[in-house]
C-alpha cells in the first residue's frame, strides 16, 4: 500500500476475473506488464489443479496498478474480457498463505448440517441386505415409539 497526494491509500494488488482457463501465470504477467513492473502473477486453481478463471496481480508500485486498473479493466486476454478490480489486502495475507486454513481468513460460524433436533433418521435404520422388503416378508417400522 502507498499514500497518493490527495491523502488515499492505494494497493499494488489486483483481482482479475474471467479469465481463459487456459490463462496461466506467464500469460497473465504479460499482459499485464504493459502498464508496470509486475512483482507477482497467480491464477486461482481448484483442487484439481484446474483454473477457476481467476487471477491476483501484484505490481512493485501501487501506481502502476491504478494504470492497470484505468486501463487493462475489460481489455482482451487470450479471448476473454477480462475485469480488474483492486484486491481487498487480507492483514495476515503472506503471497499464497493467510490465517484462514486455506480459506483467504475467512471465518464462518454456525455448524454445517446440523440436525436440528431429529431424533431419527434414515440413517438409523439397520441395513438390509436386498433392496427392499418383499412381499412374503414382515415389514418393521423403525420410527416407531
Sequence with gaps: KSTVPDGTETSSRLFITNLNFDTDWAA????FKQVG?????RVLQDANKRSR????????????ARDALANLHE???DGR???VREDIINENFQRGRSSGGGRGGVRRSGGGRGGGGRTSSHFDRPRSSSSGPRSSEKKTNY???
Design 28 to 31: 497473465l504477467k504479460d499482459h
Design 37 to 41: 513492473k509486475v512483482a507477482y502473477s
Design 53 to 64: 478463471g481467476m487471477g491476483v496481480i501484484e505490481f512493485e508500485y501501487s501506481a502502476d
Design 75 to 77: 481489455s482482451v486476454l
Design 81 to 83: 474480457t477480462i475485469f
Design 143 to 145: 420410527w416407531a415409539e
